[in-house]
DNA sequence: AAGTCGGGGTA
DNA sequence: TACCCAGACTT
């Protein structure tokens, strides 16, 4: 039996039900492919739910506001997916008519569709004949491929994927495609792989020369590095505290956000505020390329001159906005020390 | 090609 | 800690 086959006929009989899985409507298969980058199915899939419920198609995402997409994101992470999505869907009601494009050619032109994005759409949906290559897939073919090149590298990626053009040419995409993921995730898994119950055993070059447990091969990346950060409660005696909407692009691009400045290492070690108040919270929030060290205060209102893009608002209202996991975590430290 | 962009689970 | 997760965009 070839690759194709195998994969096939395993997935088959021991794929997973997933809840976008039992439809071909583009529209709910681009929202899980979206929420699913980087992030793990077990993150994302109540906010599947409850976006597919609040924005059941594209029109409807189309005319919402960004604010409350960005609500629907919030906690998830990678913000600008939340605007990119909503941008796309502008753009498919737009251009073209409310229905999307049914290659992955013309899909890709879409905002926040990348490679791996529009292969999926193309073939969970539209049954394109061409292979996805997500993180999962780069781990199964290195090691049933036994090859060392650097997965993280763009000449491999393009090696690999007219690899599994070739594996899917001659069966159902959509089984091959959710099959080689699954056996990504659940069988060829990064540490401790079933090799003796995965299905490609016969095919894979790795396992026959032992190379496994070295397989995926990535060039080192850039170190990590550390920025401090000042945050500032600002709250007065009517419950009420200072918030302010981020720029529309960049980290945390679009939420809302208290009063925070960069500051220097040794200042941050000081634990002493720039503006009028008293040292309340220190804690560490982590990043994929940094450390953000965060040191809180609780600032009188008396002493600060509100600026013009700040406003006060009341306790009992902020779950109406998008906060930052960061944020969030402050509130929650300071609504159980009240 | 390298850097930016979240948050959570796991060893 | 460090790595990984149904990656894409910017520089």
Not at 234 to 259: D, F
Not at 272 to 291: C, I, N, P
Request: positive net charge.
């Amino acid at each position: 039996m070839d690759i194709g086959q195998s994969i096939v006929t395993w997935f088959e009989s021991q794929g997973r039900d997933l809840p976008w899985r039992d439809t071909r409507d583009p529209y709910r298969i681009w929202i899980a492919e979206v929420i699913l980058q980087q992030t793990r199915i077990a993150q994302g899939i109540k906010y599947f739910y409850r976006f597919v419920e609040r924005f059941p198609d594209v029109q409807t995402l189309a005319s919402a506001h960004q604010d409350e997409v960005l609500k629907y994101w919030e906690g998830l992470g990678y913000y600008s997916r939340a605007r990119n999505l909503h941008a796309a869907a502008k753009q498919v009601v737009e251009k073209y008519e409310g229905k999307f494009p049914q290659h992955y050619t013309e899909l890709q032109k879409l905002r926040g569709i990348g490679p791996y994005t529009a292969r999926a759409i193309g073939s969970f949906a539209f049954g394109n004949q061409t292979g996805v290559i997500d993180g999962n897939v780069l781990r199964v073919m290195s090691r049933v491929l036994g090859d060392f090149s650097p997965v993280n590298q763009q000449s491999t990626r393009k090696k690999f994927q007219e690899i599994i053009d070739q594996w899917v040419k001659n069966v159902d995409s959509r089984n091959f495609n959710n099959g080689i993921m699954d056996i990504g995730s659940v069988v060829c898994t990064p540490t401790q792989p079933g090799c003796l119950i995965c299905p490609l055993l016969d095919h894979c070059k790795g396992y026959k020369e032992g190379m496994v447990h070295l397989l995926p091969f990535k060039e080192k990346k850039t170190d990590r590095k550390i920025k401090h950060y000042h945050f500032y409660l600002i709250s007065n005696t009517r419950g009420e505290v200072v918030i302010r909407q981020r720029p529309a692009k960049g980290l945390w691009g679009g939420l809302w956000e208290i009063p925070n400045q960069k500051v220097s290492k040794e200042e941050w070690e000081e634990k002493k505020s720039r503006l009028a108040g008293e040292f309340f919270h220190q804690m560490k929030h982590v990043f994929t390329h940094f450390d953000m060290m965060i040191n809180v205060f609780l600032v009188s209102p008396q002493e600060y001159d509100l600026k013009p893009a700040e406003q006060f608002i009341s306790k009992d209202k902020i779950h109406i906005f998008a906060f930052s996991k960061a944020v969030l975590k402050i509130f929650d430290k300071w609504q159980n020390t009240d």
